[in-house]
């Protein structure tokens, strides 16, 4: 009797956990393990995002949607996953820092005075005095 296909678990921790044994490995190239850091730094800064924690399977979509990547809307955003990424509008004004479909390329000055400007606000809204320091 032939055991049924089972599909293995691939989500969000388990993308990390396979990042972070990838950049353990001494034979993976810098520029390799430099991909594999981006892609992590997104998953970990993602963790709160619930496309990376589900999809939606339905007869037009046997595969799934790919965390609403494959769920388009109309209008501001591409799909359903794109929503969630850009914070349904909150954090519009820093999609220019990597917008989507174009070449990477190193962030001009006007987008690192972005980048300064948000850690600072966000510094002021949560102080450092004001965040539990871990122990019990």
């Known amino acids: ?22 950049l353990k490995v001494s034979t993976v190239k810098t520029s390799g393990k430099s991909t594999i850091f981006g892609f992590l730094t997104h998953f970990v800064s993602d963790l709160h995002q619930p496309m990376h924690a589900t999809s939606r399977f339905t007869n037009d979509v046997p595969g799934g949607d790919e965390g609403g990547n494959l769920f388009p809307l109309k209008g501001t955003w591409r799909n359903l996953h794109a929503m969630w990424d850009d914070g349904c509008g909150a ?46």
């Open 1 to 22: 009797m032939a055991l049924p296909y089972l599909m293995p678990e691939v989500n969000i921790i388990w993308a990390i956990n396979q990042s972070a044994s990838i």
């Open 91 to 136: 954090l519009s004004k820093y999609n220019d820092l990597r917008p989507f479909g174009k070449p990477k390329v190193p962030l001009d000055g006007a987008q690192i005075e972005s980048v300064q400007d948000l850690a600072k606000d966000l510094m002021k809204q949560y102080p450092e005095k004001d965040l539990q320091s871990g122990q019990p």
